[in-house]
């Protein structure tokens, strides 16, 4: 069929800004039940005291920072005796820098740059809230990213105690966790858990039915009228049922809209949205590769660069010594960054019983797609694929290889 084509300065889109990841929608449905438990959590707040500590947890894209958002706008509309704070731990992984953020909350601007030690912004921040007869609620958004080097721990720990050492602060914490394997008794520290004793409110995946209702009402405000078809929206809401993340289905439509668009077309296609998809499909994993360090993408890139080149699983002897021709890292370093990688699910390691323990690495589906390393393109010299037996450290420890 072909569609009435376009003027070029003609659009679909009514409100771009609808299809942000930043946008909080202004109609939340099917999250009733959890506004009123996070409602319920901050009611001491309200009141004066601490706040009920909580863990939100669900599958990403299920809603669980937009309730955050909504209901920290909500307190501060109706008082100024709780300081809501949301610290995205996917940018925010070191402690300074998410005191600093608390600081901000508290007092409208950044803490000096250098020379302030941690201590000392809690307790100007501990000391402000006394003084506004105000308690501290913080949520750590993604705290898992926080986890593998006891980040975390550290956090709550200097959070939750701050009555200890600045008495009558009253603070608590809401934890977003979209990682549902992660326990926290295996985590934290029996000191810090002992503080946390948090309750934790389910974010469900939506049903099909919840996810057209979600995604319909987003297309109504953000394009015009009649763009994505009835057999378009079939597909979208399949494939965001597939996946579980309404981020998913958001950039979908985004993406084959601004397609049509080019196109000159005034509807979308389920071939737009099968060709977005293509895009769209390893959203989750570009994610996590944005929040990576320099030093932890250098391995990753090490890994995947001895993966192309060998077809298969590396060996992390391999790939240690790919690494260390560009920099000195000891082994311990090397290995807690695999770990950490595995953490973020980007690699699987998986240790094979041969002559020793030899671990193999495995990168995970899409992480390949997004880094987009082209097949042979580094490193063919580096055919040596002896396995870092446990037992092997000490010869690969000091770097260099
Ligand atoms: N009930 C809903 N109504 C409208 N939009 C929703 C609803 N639930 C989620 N969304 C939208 O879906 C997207 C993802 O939601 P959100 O960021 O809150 O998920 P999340 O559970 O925090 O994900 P993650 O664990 O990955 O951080 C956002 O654009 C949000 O506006």
Known sequence: MRHPSLMSDQTLFRDPAIFETTHLPEVFNYRDAQMNDLAFALRPAVQGFSPLNTVLRGPPGTGKTTAVRRIFAEVREVTQRVVPVLVSCQTERAPNTIYSQIF????????????????????????????????????LDDAHYLIPDGTLNRVLSAILRMYEAWPGTHTGVFLTISDLATDFS???????????????????????????????????????????????????????????????GLDLVRRAATTAEREARTEVTVGDLAAAFEVSRHLEVATVVRTLSSSERAVLDAV???????????????????????????????????????????LDLKVRHEKGRTREIFVREGVEEVLQVPAGSSGASLKCAAGVCDDEKCRYEGGGG
């Open 104 to 139: 901000f909350a508290v007092f409208g601007h950044m803490p000096p740059r250098s020379g302030v030690a941690n201590e000392r912004i809690l307790e100007k921040v501990a000391l402000r809230l006394i003084e506004r007869k105000a308690a501290l609620v913080v949520c």
């Open 186 to 248: 295996r985590t934290l520290n029996p000191a810090t858990l002992s503080v946390l004793h948090a309750a934790n409110v389910y974010f469900m995946p939506y049903g099909a039915a919840e996810i057209r209702e979600i995604l319909l009402d987003r297309i109504r405000m953000g394009l015009y009228p009649g763009v994505v078809p009835p057999a378009a929206l079939e597909y979208l809401v399949e494939r965001t049922y597939a996946c579980g993340d309404l981020r998913m």
């Open 304 to 346: 995947l660069a001895a993966w192309v080149e060998g077809d298969g699983p590396a060996t992390a002897g391999a790939v240690y010594k790919r690494l260390g021709e560009r920099e000195r890292i000891s082994y311990s370093t090397f290995h807690e960054r695999l770990g950490k990688l595995e953490f973020l699910r980007l």
